[in-house]
T-cell receptor, first 115, second 114 residues
């Protein structure tokens, strides 16, 4: 079966622009997570969803970042007024249920470069 | 303040020998620990996990040990193989407290030399 997919794989944008990053979770997985990995660091939690609702968005760095999951499947991470410090690999993961932390399957990530 | 620390950025081991990767944590609420393996241009892949009620979990060549009093865990790979060369991340969650986010360390790059 298909794993978690993320599009685009690479995104280059200019400072101040708006970007959207998409995540397609594994079919049937109700929980979806977004992480960000900066160079030389481990993945850093941003937000997770149970179904359509954001159960925990405490990792979003500021109000320029927003994520949605309107139908409980595909999720979009939206970044407004991008800054050079937003450059990172954005990772999405999904799990069957929220409490199955050992089954967070990760996608390959979207590498975002802000010039 | 890093809550999960992997103090060795890199480790080199001869093929066939044991690889030991270490991880320390500071948050007492963490009750579930995981190791992920990551190849370049791929997402992290789950390797093995351990609950805080256990002190050891074994899966084939991989064993994770947990020392709660020292807030320390380690991953043992025996015997090491060249295909094990990757970046290994230690991660923790406080799922008992209703928090399902994973907190990761910075990773250790393992190189297994043939």
């Amino acid at each position: 079966g298909a794993g978690v997919s993320q599009t685009p794989s690479n995104k280059v944008t200019e400072k101040g622009k708006y970007v959207e990053l998409r995540c397609d979770p594994i079919s049937g997985h109700t929980a979806l997570y977004w992480y960000r990995q900066s160079l030389g660091q481990g993945p850093e939690f941003l937000i997770y969803f149970q179904g359509t609702g954001a159960a925990d968005d405490s990792g979003l760095p500021n109000d320029r970042f927003f994520a949605v999951r309107p139908e409980g499947s595909v999720s979009t991470l939206k970044i407004q007024r991008t800054e050079r410090g937003d450059s990172a690999v954005y990772l999405c993961a999904s799990s069957l249920t929220l409490d199955r932390v050992d089954t967070q399957y990760f996608g390959p990530g979207t590498r975002l470069t802000v010039l | 303040d890093q809550q999960v620390k992997q103090n060795s950025p890199s480790l080199s081991v001869q093929e066939g020998r044991i690889s030991i990767l270490n991880c320390d944590y500071t948050n007492s609420m963490f009750d579930y620990f995981l190791w992920y393996k990551k190849y370049p241009a791929e997402g992290p892949t789950f390797l093995i996990s351990i609950s805080s009620i256990k002190d050891k979990n074994e899966d084939g060549r991989f064993t994770v040990f947990l020392n709660k009093s020292a807030k320390h865990l380690s991953l043992h790979i025996v015997p090491s193989q060249p295909g094990d060369s990757a970046v290994y991340f230690c991660a923790a969650s406080a799922s008992g407290a209703g928090s399902y986010q994973l907190t990761f360390g910075k990773g250790t790059k393992l190189s297994v030399i043939p």
